[in-house]
């Protein structure tokens, strides 16, 4: 699976858009960018997954270059339950095999 | 819908017991991941199993842990002679038969190791 790489951490003000940012210079054509989130102690949960378009669902949305080099995940309306720790993972779909967490971004965000 | 189950939530042990940690996935889905998350750091992947079959334990210790997913009842993670590094919060994920990618993560059961 592709290496990624992510801001160590982020800060963003309740109610405004929190966009976080992922590169993954490497992926190959077959792979999926997925993002996750661990909120403090409790298990991680999963938001969105793409392969070259965007993506958006009730949680977030995902935006992918057209190179597939990079992608953002966007938290429209960011609030103080959306602090937590987000990663960006490149994974080859349909493989059945693990999940490769790496530091991701540790997100706060303040009122 | 009923998410990932895991039981217990918290569990000690004295050095030298055993620990066995249960998951429950989700319905209709066949495919159990075990991760371990020691403190501080970020989770890493232990085993993947499908119903009666590891498939892949290449994040395993090669010594005191085993797995296993039973045709009937939930999967198990059995850690043998505890040891105080073997404490950190142990997660189970489930996926859907037909869809393997998306991984559905349960609480977690934190190993407390006296």
């Known amino acids: 699976d592709a290496k990624t790489t992510q801001p160590t951490s982020m800060d963003c003000a309740e109610g405004r858009a929190a966009n976080l940012p992922c590169n993954h210079s490497?992926?190959?054509?077959?792979?999926?960018v997925y993002w996750y989130r661990q909120i403090h102690s409790q298990g991680p949960q999963y938001i969105i997954h793409?392969?070259?378009n965007n993506e958006t669902n009730e949680m977030a949305s995902l935006i992918i270059t057209e190179d597939r080099k990079s992608s953002t995940l966007i938290l429209p309306h960011a609030t103080l339950r959306d602090t937590a720790v987000y990663y960006c993972?490149?994974?080859?779909?349909?493989?059945?095999?693990?999940?490769?967490f790496g530091k991701g971004t540790s997100l706060l965000v303040t009122p | 819908n009923a998410g990932v189950m895991q039981n217990p939530r918290h569990l000690v042990r004295r050095r030298g017991q055993e620990a066995r940690l249960r998951c429950s996935p989700m319905?209709?889905?066949?495919?159990v991941y075990w991760y371990r998350q020691l403190p501080e750091e970020g989770l890493k992947f232990m085993v993947y199993?499908?119903?009666?079959?590891?498939?892949?334990e290449s994040g395993m210790p090669k010594e005191r842990f085993s797995a296993e997913f039973p045709k009937e009842g939930p999967s198990i993670l059995r850690i043998q002679q505890v040891v105080r590094g073997d404490s950190a919060a142990y997660f189970c994920?489930?996926?859907?038969?037909?869809?393997?990618?998306?991984?559905?993560f349960g609480p977690g059961t934190r190993l407390l190791v006296l």
């Open positions: 994920a489930s996926s859907p038969e037909a869809l393997g990618e998306t991984q559905y």
């Open positions: 490497t992926i190959s054509g077959n792979e999926y």
């Open positions: 793409g392969l070259k």
């Open positions: 993972i490149v994974r080859v779909a349909n493989s059945g095999y693990a999940l490769n």
């Open positions: 319905k209709g889905h066949s495919h």
């Open positions: 199993l499908q119903k009666e079959n590891i498939i892949d």
